[in-house]
């Protein structure tokens, strides 16, 4: 569920190469593409409708984990809105916003490890119907958006970031759903943290793997020739 090797992407002019010898191609232009825009208007929309339901829910059940979710939610509708801003900017823009992004994902981490350690002290176990449920209405947005964006998960920081968000989105929505299952087998609260947690590490690593990408970019931008 980790990228191992994540590097800074190719400058656009060049092909992007992923070990496939005489048979890569030249990775899709996020910005001369008004595709990508209309992906992120659809992705900014389904973001914010599934936070105030996570939310919701989350509240209503009280999922450690649902919680978590419906945070992310947010964290990535505010992600696609500073994708649109910087779309047509130059790369050193679209760099600072994936710093943004990274920063946002290691920041969503630290609070689920805070509302982990809460739960665990309070040792409340949260209703499971609700989480399987609702999990399952998160996984079903993710893996929605996950399709539109897969053609542009090769690109820049920023692009990639948006990606890197989607698809660990999508892991910790099938986590969620099985964090509901223990709860209700076990009637205590312990699988809902422990997949809080995992979706934390996620987050962390996450945000780490996109800011150091993002850096990268930067030093080379500031590189260019004006």
Known sequence: ??????????????????????????????????????VLWAALMVNALMFGVELWAGAQSGSAS??????????????????????SMAPAWRARAALLKGATMLAFGLFVVARVAWGAWTGAAPE????????????????????????????DANMRGVWICTRNDALGNVAVMGA?????????????????????????SGGAAVMRQARAELREARHEPE
């Open 1 to 38: 569920m980790h990228d191992h090797a994540l590097h800074a992407a190719p400058p656009a002019s060049q092909p992007h190469r992923d070990g496939c010898g005489s048979h890569c191609h030249t990775a899709p232009s996020a910005t001369a593409d008004p595709r990508y825009r209309r």
């Open 128 to 155: 499971p119907i609700t989480m399987g449920t609702v999990g399952l209405l998160a996984l079903a947005a993710n893996l929605g958006v996950a399709v539109l964006l897969y053609r542009w998960r090769q690109g």
């Open 66 to 87: 649902l919680l978590a979710d419906a945070i992310d939610f947010l964290g990535d509708a505010a992600n696609y809105a500073v994708s649109l801003l910087v779309l």
């Open 180 to 204: 509901a299952l223990g709860v209700f087998g076990t009637g205590t609260a312990w699988p809902d943290l422990v997949v809080a947690a995992v979706m934390a590490g996620l987050a962390i």
